[in-house]
């Protein structure tokens, strides 16, 4: 059904019947701009967890591909093998005071589940600290 135009998902590396989109982009902003959308690029490779928005934190329990940016608005989003019909969406928004953390940390891995075949499962990045909250217009 909905996976025929998602063709680009990787299998999850520790749960069999799942597959994954990694670091798939859903906005991008300049330093304390509004972000913009952007359009989902069906012919990328989202093997890899996108950048964690920068913190001031060891980033070393993020556990990122790409390490941190700025350009960090992405999703991390886990689906079940052969899916026929409407599931529902859980959407994990990490914790962390809006100062950091991040989707591609152990707790914001939703395979487990999504695992049980009920759920489809997203983490987001948002933009954290000043670069995420602050606005000068």
Same mark, same amino acid.
Request: net charge negative.
């Given at each position: 059904m909905w996976k025929k135009e998602f063709e680009m998902s990787h299998p999850n590396k520790k749960i069999d019947n799942v597959q994954e989109w990694l670091?798939?982009?859903y906005g991008t902003a300049d330093r304390f701009q509004k972000a913009q959308m952007v359009?989902?690029?069906a012919n990328q490779d989202y093997s890899q967890s996108g950048p964690a928005s920068v913190q001031f934190t060891d980033p070393a329990f993020l556990t990122s591909d790409k390490g941190e940016s700025e350009d960090c608005l992405n999703l991390n989003i886990? %689906?079940?093998?052969?899916?026929?019909e409407k599931l529902p969406v859980v959407v994990y928004i990490h914790g962390g005071g809006w100062t950091y953390g991040a989707n591609s940390q152990d707790t914001s891995d939703l395979s487990g589940l999504? %695992?049980?075949g009920k759920v489809i499962g997203v983490s987001i990045n948002y933009r954290l600290g000043a670069l995420g909250w602050l606005e000068l217009s």
């Amino acid at each position: 059904m909905w996976k025929k135009e998602f063709e680009m998902s990787h299998p999850n590396k520790k749960i069999d019947n799942v597959q994954e989109w990694l670091g798939v982009p859903y906005g991008t902003a300049d330093r304390f701009q509004k972000a913009q959308m952007v359009p989902f690029e069906a012919n990328q490779d989202y093997s890899q967890s996108g950048p964690a928005s920068v913190q001031f934190t060891d980033p070393a329990f993020l556990t990122s591909d790409k390490g941190e940016s700025e350009d960090c608005l992405n999703l991390n989003i886990w %689906a079940p093998d052969n899916v026929q019909e409407k599931l529902p969406v859980v959407v994990y928004i990490h914790g962390g005071g809006w100062t950091y953390g991040a989707n591609s940390q152990d707790t914001s891995d939703l395979s487990g589940l999504v %695992a049980s075949g009920k759920v489809i499962g997203v983490s987001i990045n948002y933009r954290l600290g000043a670069l995420g909250w602050l606005e000068l217009s």
